[in-house]
């Protein structure tokens, strides 16, 4: 069985630091982008970051560009995010994600982590 396993969410300060981090178990699979999706309560789940591993493209939603960066290895299928400055704003459940066909579309999800930021 494949599955996503994210760890590093937590409670912070407004203007901390948390590292996300996202690691594939099961048998091997391939894989074309890997992202992270929040969502917070009473809102719908968002794309805030991605990484196409063909050109190492990256994408950031507006909201937190700047402030939070992806990484990873295609290899390990494994898939980061650092997120610095830190707002009450981007308190929400973090999910990683992948897409393993040539559609490019999210067929693989992490059961979440909980990031809450306090001001």
């Known amino acids: 069985q494949v599955q996503l396993v994210e760890s590093g969410g937590g409670l912070v300060q407004a203007g901390g630091s948390l590292r996300l981090s996202c690691a594939a178990s099961?048998?091997?699979?391939?894989?074309?982008?890997m992202g992270w999706f929040r969502q917070a309560p009473g809102k719908e789940r968002e794309l805030i970051a991605q990484i196409t591993w063909r050109g190492s493209n990256t994408y950031y939603a507006d909201s937190v560009q700047g402030r939070f960066t992806i990484s990873g290895d295609n290899a390990k299928n494994t898939v980061n995010l650092q997120m610095n400055n830190l707002k009450p704003e981007d308190t929400a459940v973090y999910y990683c994600?992948?897409?393993?066909?040539?559609?490019?579309?999210?067929?693989?999800w992490g059961q979440g982590t909980q990031v809450t930021v306090s001001s």
């Open positions: 994600a992948a897409a393993r066909s040539s559609t490019y579309a999210y067929d693989l």
């Open positions: 099961g048998r091997t699979f391939s894989t074309n982008v």
